[in-house]
Nanobody, 127 residues
Framework: QVQLVESGGRLVQAGGSLRLSCAASGRTFNSYAMGWFRQAPGKEREFVAAISWGGGNTSSADSLKGRFTISRDNAKNTVYLQMNSLKPEDTAVYYC????????????????????WGQGTQVTVSS
């Protein structure tokens, strides 16, 4: 079992930055990939970014490249999402997630590739 707790979401003005954190517990953190997803009101949950268990491989949604960056600190059992140049359309609940198994360099992008989910943290970007 893996427990995931997101934090860092808040109200921010357009053009601003936020760093979300996701603290993991319950299993050896450096043994599985991690991902971030988001869900805006009335929309389906969408992939944001993923990182391999060692941190050497990352993937992000094409529309977010250049603005959002995923990273992890295995010593702190935490994965981060740095979000810059925020736009009102980035408003959503942001979730972190982990799969049960993670081969080396695995960076899953599909929602159904993940087995454990946090409760989410709200990010609101005002115009």
């Amino acid at each position: 079992q893996v427990q995931l707790v997101e934090s860092g979401g808040r109200l921010v003005q357009a053009g601003g930055s936020l760093r979300l954190s996701c603290a993991a517990s319950g299993r050896t953190f450096n043994s599985y990939a991690m991902g971030w997803f988001r869900q805006a009101p009335g929309k389906e949950r969408e992939f944001v970014a993923a990182i391999s268990w060692g941190g050497g491989n990352t993937s992000s949604a094409d529309s977010l490249k250049g603005r959002f960056t995923i990273s992890r600190d295995n010593a702190k059992n935490t994965v981060y999402l740095q979000m810059n140049s925020l736009k009102p359309e980035d408003t959503a609940v942001y979730y972190c997630a982990a799969p049960i198994t993670s081969p080396t360099d695995y960076v899953p992008e599909g929602e159904y590739d993940y087995d454990y989910w946090g409760q989410g943290t709200q990010v609101t970007v005002s115009s």
